[in-house]
């Protein structure tokens, strides 16, 4: 399995946003063109991917692709996947998660409690404009990417990425949006690492 | 130049669609993502990037990286630029464009003069999933890729890219979106072929 957690630090916590300014959403147009380029191939879903959104270290999104049925491309539908998470928040009660619609959940979590449980089951690879190139990593059979929105992880973060992270790899010589950096992770391991064309 | 020819096959040609429904507009949004995906670094725009949209055979509207500067990400303000340059649509007069925003251009156009316009300035390649693996090509310094929205080439767009296209190829082994593939493009070319990590 795929997985990549995406931070969004300004991202809302309550669904009272207007589908009409994503960007004012506290950039939740960056978070849903995540979940766009994890997701979708030309004519199918990648069924063997997760993603996590972490909204502002309250809330966690979590999409499973193989069990999602009303994920479309645009960001406006994937936003109203969000606020319908964010509708079903008192749901969530402790470590139970609440799910609104086919393969979406939301639980209260953190960056840091999300980050170390993904850790657990993954090979845990922090995107780095610094980090090893990806050609010379070997592509893991479980790989998490964990990437921040518009924002640079915060200290805290990073100090918590610095010690459960397995690689910081890059992914070439431009600083991507994350979003572009997913899609770039995923032709990579689509590729075994660009070797398989 | 790297140059990206999108075809849009029903797209808009009249500026009265709604910014609410970018799907219904034609699917509009992958218009709006191949833009967002040609421009976009994380801090910066692409500046030697040039982007032709063929709207329904009939406008071609233009962006070039060197004078845009009212781009967003978000896919609705893209299309409020798209929508901007239809609502100029009657200002290109015969092979002369219109220019209702820095570096958005609208002119009358289809996909053959576009196509074979772009041919004569640069190394034209066809993304195509049965094409030579990306990573047998050494980077052309002039590279122009063209893709198809939701749809398929027509035959005729098939006929003609078989005509004037110097390369066929493909990005992997899975077919991707049309804004995945600029991002996959852009990675190959800023790595040199994957050369250059």
């Known amino acids: 399995m795929r997985q990549f957690v995406v931070v969004g630090h300004d991202a809302p916590t309550t669904p009272d946003f207007s589908l009409e300014d994503l960007p004012g959403a506290g950039r939740l147009d960056v978070l849903c063109r995540c979940v766009n380029s994890a997701f979708f191939l030309s004519h199918a879903l990648r069924e063997d991917v997760r993603v996590h959104l972490v909204l502002a270290d309250a809330y966690v999104v979590r999409f499973e692709g193989a069990e999602l049925r009303r994920l479309n491309p645009d960001e406006?539908?994937?936003?109203?996947?969000?606020?319908?998470?964010?509708?079903?928040?008192?749901?969530?009660?402790?470590?139970?998660?609440?799910?609104?619609?086919?393969?979406?959940?939301?639980?209260?979590?953190?960056?840091?409690?999300?980050?170390?449980?993904?850790?657990e089951e993954s090979t845990l690879i922090e995107l780095h404009e610094g980090g090893q190139p990806v050609v010379e990593l070997e592509p893991p059979s479980?790989?998490?990417?964990?990437?921040?929105?518009?924002?640079?992880?915060?200290?805290?973060?990073?100090?918590?990425?610095?010690?459960?992270?397995?690689?910081?790899?890059?992914?070439?010589?431009?600083?991507?949006?994350?979003?572009?950096?997913?899609?770039?992770?995923?032709?990579?391991?689509?590729?075994?690492?660009?070797?398989?064309?």
Chains 1, 2 share one sequence.
């Open 76 to 119: 406006r539908s994937t936003a109203a996947l969000i606020r319908g998470a964010l509708e079903a928040r008192e749901g969530a009660i402790g470590a139970m998660e609440a799910n609104p619609s086919p393969g979406v959940y939301i639980g209260k979590g953190d960056f840091e409690s999300t980050v170390r449980s993904v850790a």
């Open 142 to 197: 479980d790989p998490a990417f964990v990437l921040s929105d518009h924002h640079d992880f915060t200290d805290a973060e990073a100090d918590c990425l610095a010690e459960v992270t397995d690689e910081r790899v890059s992914l070439g010589s431009q600083a991507l949006h994350a979003d572009h950096a997913i899609t770039v992770a995923h032709n990579y391991l689509d590729t075994d690492g660009f070797n398989v064309y």
